[in-house]
């Protein structure tokens, strides 16, 4: 085939190219960007890449004429939808719950005072201060009403004193999350589902599995008080932030409760647990091999 034949294929090809052509590819554009951004830093990424492998061995396969190998695949790919139904089910169920979230801004809720953001920043800096063990879950657009059952409705006004006295250990009410919804302290002492990752970092106790297993079926704000060391966390979308200071913590629950007066602050900074206990653990080995190097400099 010549040049002059290529181009006229081209030529054909652009003049039979239809308006409708152009609105399919800018959809499965933005469809396929959206699989590849929603899968990033989760497991389905790697099993993303395992199923483009297999796809690239069938296209090789088919060029090559290899009957068995492109059977085989084929045979697979055909039943590969039960497949992904069943090994995805976690990230489908919040594929379409991202889905069904999508609304259209144009009414905005009234602003409630700074008095409330004061009242929850006091109250968890004063818990994190006397290491008193803490879990608030900030409701959002998904409703938790299959947990707000496990636990007790209080549909109270949201202040420090009564969020610190829910916390104060051996109290009815101290173990479990208090789910916070339209502004108001809704239900406390609610079971949270527990995130089931197994390489989730090993000093991350109860609390902060909870936190990260409700954020990963629910687009919740969850904040978590240690209660071995009064570090302050929060979780969201399946990641976890810790060692927030007063200026984060105002600035993430003036994001939920003032969304119209922010101040630019954006969700999840940091790493997600898998990443951050490996992080942990490289700053330790440094540590190891700083205090290993200053014993032989002693000796």
């Given at each position: 085939m010549s040049l002059a034949d290529v181009l006229a294929a081209i030529q054909t090809g652009f003049s039979q190219f239809r308006i409708q052509d152009l609105l399919d590819i800018l959809i499965i554009a933005f469809v396929i960007f959206k699989l590849i951004q929603f899968t990033t830093n989760t497991r389905a990424s790697q099993v993303l890449k395992g199923v483009l492998v297999l796809l690239l061995i069938f296209i090789i396969s088919n060029v090559l004429n290899l009957i068995t190998v492109r059977y085989l695949i084929n045979s697979f790919l055909v039943s590969g939808i039960l497949v992904v139904v069943v090994l995805f089910q976690p990230?489908?169920?919040?594929?379409?719950?991202?889905?069904?979230?999508?609304?259209?801004?144009?009414?905005?809720?009234?602003?409630?005072?700074?008095?409330?953001?004061?009242?929850?920043c006091l109250a968890v800096e004063n818990m994190s201060r006397r290491k008193?063990?803490?879990?608030?879950?900030?409701?959002?657009?998904?409703?938790l009403g299959d947990y707000v059952q496990t636990g007790t409705v209080i549909d109270a006004e949201i202040s420090d004193a009564l969020i610190e006295n829910i916390f104060e250990p051996k109290t009815p009410l101290?173990?479990?999350?208090?789910?916070?919804?339209?502004?108001?302290?809704?239900?406390a002492a609610c079971v949270l589902p527990l995130y089931d990752d197994p390489n989730i970092a090993r000093e991350l106790g109860t609390r902060h599995r909870a936190a990260l297993g409700i954020s990963t079926v629910s687009d919740c704000i969850?904040?978590?008080?240690?209660e071995e060391t009064g570090i302050i966390s929060y979780a969201h979308d399946g990641r976890l932030v810790r060692n927030l200071d007063h200026d984060t913590l105002e600035d993430?629950?003036?994001?939920?409760?003032?969304?119209?007066?922010?101040?630019?602050?954006?969700?999840?900074?940091?790493?997600?647990?898998?990443?951050?206990?490996?992080?942990?653990k490289k700053e330790a080995g440094s540590r190891g091999k700083r205090n290993n190097k200053g014993k032989k400099k002693k000796n």
């Open positions: 990230e489908l169920r919040r594929a379409l719950e991202r889905i069904g979230r999508f609304r259209l801004n144009i009414v905005q809720r009234d602003t409630p005072s700074y008095e409330i953001v004061n009242q929850l008193v063990g803490a879990l608030i879950v900030l409701e959002r657009n998904t409703k101290h173990d479990g999350a208090v789910i916070l919804r339209d502004d108001r302290v809704y239900a969850t904040l978590v008080v240690s993430l629950l003036t994001f939920h409760f003032n969304p119209n007066q922010d101040k630019g602050f954006q969700l999840l900074p940091g790493e997600d647990a898998e990443a951050e206990d490996n992080k942990e």
